[in-house]
């Protein structure tokens, strides 16, 4: 599989964003989904991830105001970004595994990055 992360940008705090990830080939649906994020000078965290039968979860710096979720028709992923505030500023990765793990080191296929910046 192959991962391509888009929709990200520069929004105000208290704003919304959705990123999307497109996967090409055809095993996205057996895949475990996770969105990391990176911010300036800080190692690569965990943010979401979402298992092939559409079970969440989430780093406590995002729940409540992040939602992941999948649509294995269009073999897309997404984060739907609510009350954005200026510590989630970051870019912000998808990415693909076959372990229900929160470490970076357990996914094997990684998306470009999107940048998300969010002023106060």
């Known amino acids: 599989v192959q991962l391509q992360a888009s929709g990200g940008g520069l929004v105000q705090a208290g704003g919304s964003l959705r990123l999307s990830c497109a996967a090409s080939g055809r095993t996205f649906s057996s895949y475990i989904m996770a969105w990391f994020r990176q911010a300036p000078g800080k190692e690569r965290e965990f943010v979401a991830r979402?298992?092939?039968?559409?079970?969440?979860y989430y780093s406590d710096s995002v729940k409540g105001r992040f939602t992941i979720s999948r649509d294995s028709a269009k073999s897309t992923l997404y984060l739907q970004m609510n009350s954005l505030k200026p510590e989630d500023t970051a870019v912000y990765y998808c990415?693909?595994?076959?372990?229900?793990?929160?470490?970076?080191?357990?996914?094997?296929?990684w998306g470009q990055g999107t940048q998300v910046t969010v002023s106060s």
């Open positions: 979402i298992t092939p039968s559409s079970n969440t």
């Open positions: 990415a693909a595994g076959t372990f229900l793990s929160s470490f970076r080191g357990e996914y094997d296929v």
